[in-house]
C-alpha cells in the first residue's frame, strides 16, 4: 500500500476488509493487524490516514457487534483531533512564575509542541535529541523555532519546569482539559506536534525523524527561516 496516493490505498483497504467480511473472526484478524501495523505509533509503517479507512469501515460494517467497534469509534475520535492542516486545539497554560497564556497566543514561526510527562524517560531521550541536533539549534537560534514543553496535566507536585534544558518554555495545561475533554490524542508519550506561526499543525504525533526530515524537505527550505 505504501506505493499507492492515499485515494487508492484507501480503496485497496476497503476492498480486502468486504472481501474478509464474509467470515467475522477473519475480519476481526485483518482490523487487528491493520490497527497493528497503520495504528501503533510504533509501527516504522504507521499510517494514520489509511488506517482511518480501517477504523471507519469496522464502525460502519453490519458484521461487527457493538462491542467491536467501541474501540475504531475512539480511535476515530482521537484521529480527528488536531489533523494536519487544522488549527490546534486552544486551552489555558500555566508557568512556572504563576503567569498564564493561552496556547494560540504562544509565538513562532514554527512552534514544536511537546507533550510530556514530568518523569518520562522517552521523553527526556526526545529533548536531548532536539538539543543534538545541529539543524534544530540554528533554528532556535535564528528566532524561528520556538521550543515548547506542555505537561498534560496540573499536579504542580510532581511538575518541576527547572528539569527541561534551557530555552524551553515550560508550561502546564492549567485547567486539566488535556485529559478531561479530550483535547489531543495521547497515544504515546511524548507526544510532538509542528505548528506553524498560526498554530496550524504541520506534523501531529511525530517522531524525531519526521521533524528532521521535514526541515529537510526542499518545499520547507523556502521558508526564510532558512536565508
Known amino acids: 500500500l505504501s506505493h499507492l496516493d492515499k485515494d487508492r490505498a484507501a480503496v485497496h483497504l476497503n476492498g480486502l476488509l468486504s472481501q474478509a ?3 467475522k473472526e477473519v475480519l476481526r484478524q485483518f482490523i487487528f493487524l491493520f490497527e497493528r501495523y497503520l495504528y501503533d505509533l510504533r509501527s516504522r509503517f504507521a499510517d494514520e490516514a489509511l488506517y482511518e479507512t480501517v477504523a471507519r469501515f469496522a464502525v460502519e460494517t453490519p458484521v461487527l457487534d457493538s462491542l467491536d467497534k ?13 489533523r494536519p492542516g487544522t488549527i490546534v486545539n486552544d486551552l489555558v497554560i500555566g508557568f512556572a512564575d504563576g503567569s498564564e497564556s493561552r496556547l494560540h497566543e504562544v509565538e513562532g514561526e514554527f512552534i514544536l509542541l511537546v507533550l510530556s510527562n514530568p518523569e518520562c524517560k522517552s521523553c527526556r531521550s526526545l529533548m536531548e535529541k532536539i538539543e ?25 507536585s510532581v511538575w518541576n519546569p527547572s528539569k527541561y534544558p534551557t530555552g524551553w518554555v515550560a508550561a502546564y495545561d492549567k485547567e486539566d482539559r488535556i485529559w478531561s475533554e479530550r483535547l489531543f490524542s495521547l ?41
Not at 475504531?72 to 482521537?78: G, K, N, S, V, Y
Not at 504541520?202 to 527550505?221: H, V, W
Open 70 to 82: 467501541s474501540l475504531p469509534q475512539f480511535q476515530l475520535e482521537m484521529i480527528s483531533l488536531n
Open 132 to 156: 543534538g541536533s545541529r539543524l534544530l539549534t540554528d533554528l532556535h537560534a535564528g528566532g524561528h523555532l520556538t521550543k515548547l514543553t506542555l505537561y498534560p496535566g496540573n499536579d504542580l
Open 187 to 227: 497515544r504515546i508519550m511524548p507526544s510532538v506536534y509542528l505548528l506553524d506561526s498560526s498554530g496550524r499543525v504541520l506534523l501531529k504525533e511525530a517522531g524525531f525523524e519526521d521533524i528532521i526530515d521535514y526541515f529537510s524537505d526542499p518545499a520547507a527550505a523556502k521558508s526564510d527561516c532558512f536565508h
Open 21 to 23: 467480511s464474509g467470515n
